[in-house]
T-cell receptor
């Protein structure tokens, strides 16, 4: 079992719709959780972090954390073509471990 | 600040050759990380330094890989001899403090390595 698992996609979403991305992790001792966005040919950039159970909202992005289920999700509301990218879930225990990423395609 | 600077952006070499990748972290950042990204394995941590000292190199795949940080503003990742399976994008990242709830990694632009 991988430490951090994501569906590779692609997740195809119509413009204006909600994109829902999921991530599961194996280490129950994980402390904090991050979502990075990576455009093709570019480096990852942080868009959200969360460390408490529940929801955290930042603009069009909402991160959700359920430590009991070892589950993190990211919602992108009012998806735009510029949101088309790969989204990497990262989990911090002793070091930051990344999932394989979910590719999101937002179609006009 | 110019951000994390990596060089070269692209490297094409032949199997068996030595490859050296370079990184200049953001000034004042105490942590430096080397990651490798491939389609098959995703983004993997190879090694990280704290105040120029290697802390965890358990991700370094083989003895062919070595990394140094002679000072706070420079690090190298060396592969000798290189093999085609080393082809990947190598990212350097820095952080002002240990990754916790609100510290983030600042990534360089990466080095695209192709070993023929």
């Amino acid at each position: 079992q991988k430490e951090v698992e994501q569906n590779s996609g692609p997740l195809s979403v119509p413009e204006g719709a909600i994109a829902s991305l999921n991530c599961t992790y194996s280490d129950r001792g994980s402390q904090s959780f991050f979502w990075y966005r990576q455009y093709s040919g570019k480096s990852p950039e942080l868009i959200m972090f969360i460390y408490s159970n529940g929801d955290k909202e930042d603009g069009r992005f909402t991160a959700q954390l359920n430590k009991a289920s070892q589950y993190v999700s990211l919602l992108i509301r009012d998806s735009q073509p510029s949101d088309s990218a790969t989204y990497l879930c990262a989990v911090n225990r002793r070091q930051l471990t990344f999932g394989g990423g979910t590719r999101v395609l937002v179609k006009p | 600040d110019a951000g994390v600077i990596q060089s070269p952006r692209h490297e094409v070499t032949e199997m068996g050759q030595e490859v050296t990748l370079r990184c200049k972290p953001i000034s004042g950042h105490d942590y430096l990380f080397w990651y490798r990204q491939t389609m098959m394995r995703g983004l993997e941590l190879l090694i990280y330094f704290n105040n120029n000292v290697p802390i965890d190199d358990s991700g370094m795949p083989e003895d062919r890989f070595s990394a140094k940080m002679p000072n706070a503003s420079f690090s190298t990742l060396k592969i000798q001899p290189s093999e085609p399976r080393d082809s990947a994008v190598y990212f350097c990242a820095s952080s002002p403090a240990r990754i916790s709830t609100n510290e983030k990694l600042f990534f360089g632009s990466g080095t695209q390595l192709s070993v023929l």
